[in-house]
């Protein structure tokens, strides 16, 4: 079975869009329609990637440096690689630490921060692999994602708490303000790159929240549920991107066929401007320079799908064949490629949204009391599933 | 007393002893203990529920005082949290004048060596809570967790250590070191203590460069896995 392309970003200034499959990177040029197939371990031509190889090479996360048209990404077995993105040439290599969550370059490119799932951050200098980590940041709880401000003063991270963090930058030991609302897990944040002010976030929340990350007040909460038939689910953020030139927001949804999206004209409204139908479950998107978006699904007949940018419907084009025709490599046994959901089952509380902060804070309490007493009994019940286990090895063994 | 905020934190403050100690030493100020675990040891009462019967009974005794006087016990209070995740839903910025960390579980293992109350990365939460010119309290028995408290907040630049000067006059150090519960099984153990005080500062140094990073052993897997306890 061939594997979908599980993210895609815009190479801003190169004309090229980026697709990330397995633990390639595939890359087309929206002028030629020429593709490049890039890979450091597997070599260019698709292969059978066997079962318990795919998930740790999978490439988790990818970052792009507009200006200095550098590439950073990481693999689920801690490799990081940076890349030249002009000359398709890989700059260096370094293995990390942990595993990484998301990544970030520094403005002037000298510095990338790595996020992990012990919820710690640090900052790498990326011309010096050898050059040891620093640690910035520390989470209790994964580190979901992180942004710069545009002016850089600030650098937000996020977790799977109900936690926004607005820290200063460089001086991260400083905490200006958190931006306190979401009540479950935050998955993704996005500062405006037009507005001083502004962050948008989204999470398992039923709304995506518009923040003045300086006073840190929630200015505006927009709705992403009404017109998405969610059935039994809950919403899951799993993308969430801008393309200010045309003044748009969108956002993805876990293993729902939408993409949702919303008008940016005037920042103290923001409004639904549509939600498109999706043919199949959507893993990542990308605007291109010109506000077309392109959409990676979770399909292998049909990899991407293309919006226009004046009817914001799915249309299709001669490059979009181009990159729908790559074969990409195969693996024995489909896995699950959504990451994010997962997190909902721990996420504390969700208390009625007309809850005073007081209950809140008590639904919090009662929440962590549940979980502690669930613990014990799993810790219970695995001392009985150990003895269980001792004893059916004891029968096995004394039949043979 | 109705919209005064609380100002002193007692973070893990098991059977109360520091909050029943600093009462009536500071009768104007709200002190909140915060206490993650479910029952005391050897007791069947909720930790939070033997601490508010001891609060409650303190209050029946001294029901002739005045709420704002010294004494009287209205001025404290405790709550089930766990203050690592939970102390920025809790406190606004700089509402709280000192925090106090008193004989904090050690994490021996270094592999929970992260799991630690104080750590460079968490001060910042801590930070965030505490105004300028307040003061983080921090004693234990255990000589090296005593050094990796120093270490992290010496490390962290919004903290300055007190001299011992300053210790000398300040009211809470003999609370700190003797009143708590866990403060009187090390004396009568005749064991060590340690302690060290800090300032938080209103601004840290610029050209600062980041903290060395915190090795909890190499094992992978996420943080709630590494707590469970369940998995292992
Ligand atoms: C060794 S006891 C010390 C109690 C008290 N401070 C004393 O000196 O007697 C440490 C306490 O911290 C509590 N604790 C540990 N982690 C905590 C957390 N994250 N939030 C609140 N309390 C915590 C433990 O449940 C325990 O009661």
């Known amino acids: 079975m061939q594997l979908p392309y599980h993210l895609v970003i ?15 990177i595939v890359i087309l040029e929206s002028k030629t329609g020429k593709i490049t197939t890039i890979s450091e371990s597997l070599g260019t031509a698709p292969t059978v990637i066997p079962t318990d190889q795919h998930a740790k090479k999978q490439l988790r996360t990818i970052v792009y440096h507009p200006a200095k048209k550098l590439l950073a990404f990481v693999s689920d077995d801690k490799e990081l690689q940076i890349w030249d993105a002009q000359t398709l040439k890989v700059i260096n290599k370094r293995t990390i630490l942990k595993r990484a969550t998301c990544l970030s370059f520094s403005k002037d490119a000298k510095y990338l921060m790595v996020a992990d799932k012990f919820g710690d951050l640090y ?103 009404t017109g998405v038939e969610l059935g039994e689910s809950k919403p899951t953020v799993v993308a969430l991107k801008a393309h200010q030139p045309s003044n748009t927001l969108a956002v993805l949804l876990e293993k729902m066929n939408y993409i949702i999206l919303f008008d940016l004209t005037d920042l103290q409204h923001i409004k639904q ?70 997190m909902r089952k721990w996420s504390r509380w969700q208390p009625d949204p007309n809850f005073s902060l007081r209950q809140k804070r008590q639904a919090a309490l009662d929440h962590d009391i549940e979980k502690e007493e669930s613990k014990k009994k799993t810790r219970r019940g695995g001392q009985k599933q150990k003895e269980k286990k001792a004893k059916i090895a004891a029968e096995t063994q004394s039949t043979q | 007393m109705a919209d005064k905020k609380v100002e002193f934190a007692d973070i893990g403050c098991g059977y109360g002893g520091l909050l029943v100690a600093l009462s009536p ?43 704002d006087e010294s004494g009287s016990y209205q001025n404290i209070s405790v709550m089930r949290m766990n203050a690592m995740r939970y102390c ?81 006059r300040d009211p809470c150090v003999p609370c700190v070191l003797q009143e708590t519960e866990e403060g009187k099984k090390v004396e009568r153990n005749s064991g060590d203590k340690f302690i060290a005080c800090y300032e938080r500062l209103a601004e840290g140094e610029k050209g600062w460069k980041g903290f060395a990073p915190i090795l909890g052993g190499d094992d992978d897997g996420d943080k709630d896995d590494d707590k469970d306890e369940a998995n292992e």
């Open chain 1, 123 to 225: 900052k790498l200098v990326v011309d010096n692999p050898e050059e040891k980590p620093l640690l910035l940041i520390g989470h209790v709880s994964i580190l979901t994602d992180m942004c710069f401000t545009s002016d850089s003063k600030y650098l937000v991270t996020s977790d799977r708490d109900e936690k926004i963090r607005v820290n200063r930058y460089p001086e991260t030991y400083d905490i200006h303000r958190f931006l306190l609302g979401h009540t479950v897990f935050v998955s993704k944040i996005l500062a405006l790159e037009n507005s001083k002010e502004i962050l948008i976030s989204g999470g398992g929340d039923d709304w995506l929240g518009v923040w003045n990350y300086t006073t840190g007040k929630l200015l505006q909460k927009l709705d992403i549920v």
């Open chain 2, 25 to 67: 030493i500071f009768p104007d100020k709200l002190i909140l203990g915060m206490e993650i675990r479910v029952k005391v040891e050897g007791n069947n009462l909720l930790s939070k529920e033997y601490v508010d019967k001891r609060i409650t009974a303190l209050r029946n005794q001294n029901a002739d005082k005045k709420p």
């Open chain 2, 88 to 168: 920025p839903n809790f406190f606004e910025k700089g509402q709280l004048s000192k925090i106090f960390f008193l004989f904090p579980d050690p994490h021996f293992k270094k592999r929970k060596h992260k799991a630690r109350i104080v750590t460079s990365t968490l001060l910042a939460e801590y930070a965030y809570v505490l105004r300028p010119g307040g003061i983080v309290y921090c004693v234990t028995d255990v000589r090296d967790l005593h050094e990796w408290m120093v270490k992290h907040l010496d490390e962290h630049p919004l903290f300055r250590r007190r001299a011992q000067e300053e210790l000398d």
């Open chain 1, 273 to 342: 401007k549509k939600i498109v139908k999706l043919e199949r479950e959507p893993l990542s998107f990308a605007f291109d320079s010109a506000g077309n978006i392109w959409i990676a699904n979770n399909s292998t007949e049909r990899k991407v799908d293309f919006l226009a940018k004046d009817k914001l419907e799915v249309v299709d084009s001669q490059l979009l064949k181009q990159v729908n025709n790559v074969r990409t490599d195969e693996v024995e046994e489909m896995f699950e490629l959504y990451e994010i959901g997962h």
């Open chain 1, 10 to 24: 815009t190479l801003t200034g190169l004309d090229k869009l980026l697709f990330v499959t397995g633990a390639k």
